[in-house]
Structures are given as structure tokens and as C-alpha cells.
């Protein structure tokens, strides 16, 4: 609980509607200068490797159950693994605040260079956090990238301007640079109302300035009527013109509740500006699949509503391609996306009710053609009786955009996969294409926030010539991180 704030960290309040925000299912972040999501990194010591964050929002620290903490494995020629990694929690020296049951740090995360000082910083947010007495009003802390990557020591801490039970304030989170007035990335906050943007003035900082109000506009001010309770944040640069647009995804509510749309706000000198919505959602990434300069936006919407036809039960995953006017649709601007599903022809599998193809989705070069990649995690698959025990899908970048052709998927009982198929496994929960040993082919990491029982597994699947193999497959928890993993939900989030 925290019980004091800085009056100086102030935010612009952008209204969408009232309601409570779902769990942001992945969090996107830019870094200066490197708009499009094929340059964006998580690289938080400066070494030009990239590194991996990873949250346990259910981690039991100092005794309190749900408290959370969050993993960082640093990046290298030989890629990720066990040995160079840190735990950071509200428990760590100099992490503002303390751990305490049902704060749920690191429900989400984000990364990008706020102080634009060359190191990437780690965004966490805390959406159960009390302040004061006013119960889930929710948090984030900052935690700063340096040559020794993420230290606890200096790190910053932001909430509402004014807080609000239940606002979760710090649910989903992007940073990326939305204008060229701000030298580093803005950070983008989701809570119950209201998206937040934060930025220095100027920069290098101090570590103790505080991040200052950007501006203020109502992100749905030309909005279609539609009601839209926002889950997820993204970027991308869509209509390249070398700033981040943002994308707000969630579904529906109202008199046909439940369906996938998202906002799509483009990056200008003047800041962010509203252009449409777009059908599609709640999960979105980003990334540029037929290699032309755009990036591409990615949707997912793994509990489409029954409307009659079997495909709409399993999830659905739409596409659209970047243009010098932001994401298009197959017939153009007020079109909707390329649709895909496991019943598409080529994609392997067969769509059924609760399947939840699209729980996540990454986009990124899996095999080094330069044609960006699409993972998709179905956290509710059965695998043959068992049910829930989830899937993972990757389907291919071409010249003419994506493509079933070459289309691969896995489950725990593929062969070279470690583990078996369990009930409510969900494995695929996150899935997150990554490249650590900086050579180019994107491998796959693949979550199972359910294995254990709730403790939360990882998988890493390498990629080579031919894109992802589960060839050398491995896995790996919190325990081999040295991290409590009793419940911990080890890989909810995995940052991007």
C-alpha cells in the first residue's frame, strides 16, 4: 500500500469509457528514434543483445502471496538462459513501495527509453497496488536500464493523478515516441477510464526528476459511437513516418458486447491524433510481415461471440497492412481485416468452441528472410481429451503478406517438445518471438502460466534456417531462476 505520491508527476487524462479494463495481454514498446516494431529491443544493459522480461504476478514475496516480482534474463551470443538473470520485486532495495498480498506486480510490462539515455527501461505495472486507503487503485514502477542492467536503485514510481478504487491503474502499458517533442520514448498508461501519457521535457535526467504531463485530449473525442472497454496497448509506426501510432484494443460492450475492436491513433508533430477504429481485438501486435516499410498490425480475438458459425467459436486472428494511411483493411480503410482461423485452408488444426486461437500473438523474422513472422498462442486448445492444455502456432511472412504456406504448430506432446499435454495448462497463454543471441532468426517463447498447478513454465524453441524447430526445445521456471514458483503464474506476461 502506498500512502504518499509526488505532486509534481502529473498525466493527461484521455477518456474512452467508463467500466472496468481487462488484463492487457502483452504490452509493446519503441525506443527512440527505432519506430517500427522490427527495431524495437529490450535491451537494458546497453550490450546490443537483447534481453527477455517476464512477469509472475502471483509470486509469493516476504511472506505475501499474490505480491509478484518480475525476471529479467540478459541477452547474449549464446541467447538466453538460467544463469545471467535478476529478480526484481517491491521487495528489492530501492523499489518504491513494499510487496504486499494482491499488488500483482508485473501484471503488465512494457520497455522503452524514457530518459533517452541509450539503455532501455523496464515499465511494471502494479494494477492490484493500494494507495492509501483507496483499494486497487493500482501503480507502476520504473524500473531504469544501466550497464549493469535493472537495479532496483533509483527507481521511479508513477499513479493517477487522482486515484480511484478499482481503476487499476498501470493494467496495460506501451512506450514508444509518439511526437518529436519529447527526446525519449512517452510512456502510454491504461487503467479503468482512461489512457495516460508520460514524458520528460528534456533529457538525459536525473533518475529522481519525474516523468511530466504531455498534454491533454480525449482519445474518443471522434470516435464512432461504439462502445469499446479498452484491455491492450500497441505500437507500431503504420503509416512510416518515423513516429509510433498507437493502438487501443478491447471488445465491445452494450447492446452486442464481446466483440474485438481497436482504436487506432496516429503519431504526429502534434502529438497523438485519433484517425478510426478498426475491427479486431482484444490482442494486437505488431510488425512488418510483407517487408515494405510499414509495419503491419496483428489482431487477436481468442472469444470471438457465437454468431452461428463454428469458426467464430475457436478465435479469430486478423491482419492488417500498414500503408502511407495507417492500417488497412483487405478492401481499404473502412474495411475489415484478412481473417484468419484454424479453419483458413494450410493453418493446421480445426477451429473449436474455446479454443482460443489468438490469446497472443508476436510478430517478428523467424528464419532471416526479412518477412516478419506471426506466433499464436490458443491458451484453450484440447489437446486430444485433455481439455485447456493450449497450442502454439507460427504462420509466415511473404512479399504478398501472411501465408499458411509452411504453417507449423506445437503442443506438449509434439514430438521434441518437453512435458506432456495437462489439463489447464494454457499453454500459449503468452508467446513472444525474441531474438537474444542477435542473429537475426527470431526463436519462440512460449508460456504455460497454468503447468504446475499455477506455478507458470516457459519454453524456448530455437529458430534457424527453416524458423522456429522444436529441435533443442527447453523449459524452464521461476525455481531455475531462483525466484519463489509456489502459484507465481511465471510467464502471465512476457514483455515484447
Given at each position: 500500500?502506498?500512502?504518499?505520491?509526488?505532486?509534481?508527476?502529473?498525466?493527461?487524462?484521455?477518456?474512452?469509457?467508463?467500466?472496468?479494463?481487462?488484463?492487457?495481454?502483452?504490452?509493446?514498446?519503441?525506443?527512440?528514434?527505432g519506430?517500427?516494431?522490427s527495431?524495437?529491443?529490450?535491451?537494458?544493459?546497453?550490450?546490443g543483445?537483447?534481453?527477455?522480461?517476464?512477469?509472475a504476478?502471483?509470486?509469493t514475496?516476504?511472506?505475501k502471496?499474490?505480491?509478484?516480482?518480475?525476471?529479467?534474463?540478459?541477452?547474449?551470443?549464446?541467447?538466453?538462459g538460467?544463469?545471467?538473470?535478476?529478480v526484481?520485486?517491491?521487495?528489492?532495495?530501492?523499489v518504491?513501495?513494499?510487496?504486499?498480498?494482491?499488488?500483482?506486480f508485473?501484471?503488465?510490462?512494457?520497455?522503452?527509453?524514457?530518459?533517452?539515455?541509450?539503455?532501455?527501461?523496464?515499465?511494471?505495472?502494479?494494477?492490484?497496488?493500494?494507495?492509501?486507503?483507496?483499494?486497487?487503485a493500482?501503480?507502476?514502477?520504473?524500473?531504469?536500464?544501466?550497464?549493469?542492467?535493472?537495479?532496483?536503485?533509483?527507481?521511479?514510481?508513477?499513479?493517477?493523478?487522482?486515484?480511484?478504487?478499482?481503476?487499476?491503474?498501470?493494467s496495460?502499458?506501451?512506450?514508444?515516441?509518439?511526437?518529436?517533442?519529447?527526446?525519449?520514448d512517452?510512456?502510454?498508461?491504461?487503467?479503468?477510464?482512461?489512457?495516460e501519457?508520460?514524458?520528460?521535457?528534456?533529457?538525459?535526467q536525473?533518475?529522481s526528476?519525474?516523468?511530466?504531463?504531455?498534454?491533454?485530449?480525449?482519445?474518443?473525442?471522434?470516435?464512432?459511437?461504439?462502445?469499446?472497454?479498452?484491455?491492450?496497448?500497441?505500437?507500431?509506426?503504420?503509416?512510416?513516418?518515423?513516429?509510433?501510432?498507437?493502438?487501443?484494443?478491447?471488445?465491445?460492450?452494450?447492446?452486442?458486447?464481446?466483440?474485438?475492436?481497436?482504436?487506432?491513433?496516429?503519431?504526429?508533430?502534434?502529438?497523438?491524433?485519433?484517425?478510426?477504429?478498426?475491427?479486431g481485438?482484444?490482442?494486437?501486435?505488431?510488425?512488418?510481415?510483407?517487408?515494405?516499410?510499414y509495419?503491419d498490425?496483428?489482431?487477436?480475438?481468442?472469444?470471438?461471440?457465437?454468431?452461428?458459425?463454428?469458426?467464430?467459436?475457436?478465435?479469430?486472428?486478423?491482419?492488417?497492412?500498414?500503408?502511407?494511411?495507417?492500417?488497412?483493411?483487405?478492401?481499404?480503410?473502412?474495411?475489415?481485416?484478412?481473417?484468419?482461423?484454424?479453419?483458413?485452408?494450410?493453418?493446421?488444426g480445426?477451429?473449436?468452441?474455446?479454443?482460443?486461437?489468438?490469446t497472443?500473438?508476436?510478430?517478428?523474422?523467424?528464419?532471416?528472410?526479412?518477412?516478419?513472422?506471426?506466433?499464436?498462442?490458443?491458451?484453450g486448445?484440447?489437446?486430444?481429451?485433455?481439455?485447456?492444455?493450449?497450442?502454439v502456432?507460427?504462420?509466415?511472412?511473404?512479399?504478398?503478406?501472411?501465408t499458411?504456406?509452411?504453417?507449423?504448430?506445437?503442443?506438449?506432446?509434439?514430438?521434441?517438445?518437453?512435458?506432456?499435454?495437462?489439463?489447464?495448462?494454457?499453454?500459449?497463454?503468452?508467446?513472444?518471438?525474441?531474438?537474444?543471441?542477435?542473429d537475426?532468426?527470431?526463436?519462440?517463447?512460449?508460456?504455460?502460466?497454468?503447468?504446475?498447478?499455477?506455478?507458470g513454465?516457459?519454453?524456448?524453441?530455437?529458430?534457424?534456417?527453416?524458423?522456429?524447430?522444436?529441435?533443442?526445445?527447453?523449459?524452464?521456471?521461476?525455481?531455475?531462476?531462483?525466484?519463489?514458483?509456489?502459484?507465481?503464474?511465471?510467464?502471465?506476461?512476457?514483455?515484447?
Open positions: 500500500m502506498r500512502t504518499y505520491r509526488s505532486a509534481a508527476i502529473a498525466a493527461a487524462s484521455f477518456l474512452l469509457m467508463a467500466g472496468a479494463a481487462i488484463a492487457a495481454p502483452s504490452a509493446y514498446a519503441g525506443t527512440p528514434g519506430t517500427h516494431a527495431d524495437r529491443n529490450s535491451d537494458f544493459n546497453g550490450d543483445y537483447e534481453d527477455v522480461l517476464i512477469g504476478p502471483g509470486g514475496v516476504s511472506g502471496k499474490g505480491a509478484g516480482y518480475v525476471t529479467v534474463q540478459y541477452g547474449a551470443s549464446t541467447g538466453i538460467t544463469r545471467r538473470a535478476a526484481v520485486s517491491q521487495s528489492t532495495t530501492g518504491p513501495g513494499g510487496a504486499e498480498t494482491g499488488d500483482g508485473g501484471r503488465a510490462l512494457a520497455t522503452g527509453d524514457l530518459d533517452a539515455d541509450g539503455y532501455d527501461d523496464a515499465i511494471v505495472g502494479i494494477p492490484g497496488e493500494d494507495i492509501g486507503t483507496v483499494a486497487d493500482g501503480g507502476i514502477t520504473v524500473l531504469w536500464g544501466s550497464s549493469r542492467g535493472l537495479v532496483g536503485a533509483n527507481s521511479d514510481w508513477l499513479e493517477a493523478a487522482e486515484p480511484m478504487a478499482g481503476a487499476k491503474f498501470g496495460a502499458l506501451a512506450a514508444a515516441r509518439f511526437s518529436p517533442d519529447t527526446p525519449g512517452e510512456l502510454a498508461v491504461l487503467g479503468r477510464d482512461d489512457l501519457l508520460y514524458a520528460y521535457d528534456t533529457a538525459p536525473p533518475k526528476a519525474p516523468l511530466e504531463r504531455t498534454g491533454r485530449n480525449r482519445l474518443a473525442a471522434g470516435a464512432a459511437e461504439r462502445r469499446i472497454q479498452p484491455g491492450s496497448l500497441t505500437t507500431g509506426d503504420y503509416d512510416d513516418n518515423g513516429l509510433a501510432d498507437l493502438i487501443v484494443s478491447g471488445v465491445t460492450v452494450g447492446d452486442e458486447p464481446g466483440h474485438g475492436w481497436s482504436s487506432f491513433f496516429s503519431g504526429q508533430t502534434r502529438g497523438l491524433v485519433y484517425e478510426r477504429d478498426l475491427r481485438g482484444p490482442v494486437a501486435a505488431s510488425g512488418d510481415i510483407n517487408n515494405d516499410g509495419d498490425l496483428v489482431t487477436g480475438e481468442p472469444h470471438s461471440p457465437d454468431d452461428g458459425g463454428e469458426s467464430m467459436t475457436g478465435g479469430l486472428v486478423g491482419v492488417y497492412y500498414g500503408s502511407p494511411d495507417g492500417p488497412l483493411g483487405v478492401d481499404g480503410e473502412d474495411s475489415p481485416p484478412q481473417w484468419w482461423t484454424q479453419n483458413t485452408p494450410g493453418v493446421p480445426t477451429a473449436e468452441r474455446g479454443d482460443g486461437w489468438g497472443d500473438l508476436s510478430v517478428a523474422d523467424t528464419n532471416g528472410d526479412g518477412y516478419a513472422d506471426v506466433a499464436i498462442g490458443a491458451s486448445e484440447d489437446i486430444g481429451t485433455v481439455a485447456d492444455a493450449g497450442a502456432w507460427v504462420l509466415r511472412g511473404t512479399a504478398g503478406g501472411l499458411a504456406t509452411g504453417a507449423k504448430s506445437w503442443d506438449q506432446n509434439s514430438a521434441q517438445v518437453p512435458g506432456t499435454a495437462e489439463k489447464g495448462d494454457r499453454w500459449g497463454g503468452q508467446v513472444r518471438l525474441t531474438d537474444p543471441n542477435r537475426g532468426r527470431f526463436g519462440l517463447l512460449a508460456s504455460a502460466p497454468g503447468e504446475n498447478t499455477g506455478d513454465v516457459v519454453w524456448v524453441l530455437s529458430a534457424g534456417s527453416g524458423g522456429v524447430t522444436a529441435t533443442g526445445s527447453w523449459t524452464y521456471g521461476a525455481g531455475s531462476l531462483r525466484a519463489p514458483s509456489p502459484d507465481a503464474a511465471y510467464g502471465a506476461t512476457i514483455d515484447e
